[in-house]
């Protein structure tokens, strides 16, 4: 079983040391695209136990059949289903999206996130994690990637790489993982520390067949020692 640094000095180093390896690594890594706070929001749910590319698609199917979020929160439900259908269980997505939308519109009068900007972190978190379907992964993707606001989002990947590295207690949930993981790394590279180790977990630390022969990590990884 994988060891964790005794204590968080060893835990900050390590993760310190994980970055740095990762940008040598992979290089700077840059988010898909820039999008505006409630698309983030949007794309991010329909992400939810799909891939990137059906994710996208269901997207963009969205945008292109109706002008506007306003138009989809008020839209025939099944419609919006059929749309985002590429991403699967559009069923439980496609009521959530338009719940999300008009509850955000009841409370604000629109559908302008980026007053969150101007909370401090800890509070725009608590007010979007208010609405069903929005869990700690998807707010911290829309204050990180969308209003450039600091948040560590922890994927399966992350959460599975962390682990194997010693980053994390094995019986952290992914909750947990969430502010823990923000606690190691320096908040000015919550960014591409989030994109590189996904990268790492998608094309090396395999969840069924790590290659650990290929990872830049290996001498520091506290799973690859214990082989």
């Not at 959460?159 to 606690?183: C, F, I, N």
Request: aromatic share 6%; glycine share 4%.
């Amino acid at each position: 079983m994988p060891d964790m640094p005794k204590n968080p000095a060893e835990q900050i180093a390590l993760a310190r040391e994980v970055y740095r390896r990762l940008l040598a690594a992979f290089g700077l890594p840059a988010w898909r695209m820039a999008l505006s706070p409630v698309d983030e929001l949007v794309s991010t749910i329909l992400s939810q136990n799909t891939n990137d590319r059906n994710r996208d698609t269901a997207f963009d199917r969205l945008k292109r059949t109706f002008p506007t979020w306003e138009a989809v929160q008020d839209a025939d439900t099944q419609m919006v289903i059929e749309c985002i259908r590429p991403a699967g269980l559009a069923n439980q997505k496609g009521p959530r999206i338009q719940s999300v939308l008009r509850e955000i519109s009841s409370e604000r009068g629109n559908l302008d996130l980026n007053f969150l900007k101007t909370l401090p972190v800890e509070e725009a978190r608590s007010w979007l994690l208010r609405f069903n379907g929005v869990g700690p992964k998807t707010a911290a993707i829309v204050l990180q990637f969308s209003l450039e606001t600091p948040a560590f989002p922890v994927d399966t990947h992350i959460y599975r790489v962390s682990g194997r590295l010693g980053l994390r207690p094995q019986k952290m949930t992914v909750e947990q993982a969430h502010p823990h993981l923000a606690g190691l790394f320096d908040p000015s590279t919550y960014g591409p520390a989030h994109l590189n180790l996904i990268r790492l977990g998608r094309e090396i630390c395999l969840a069924r067949k790590p290659k650990c022969n290929l990872c830049p990590l290996m001498d520091i990884c506290s799973y690859a020692r214990s082989l």
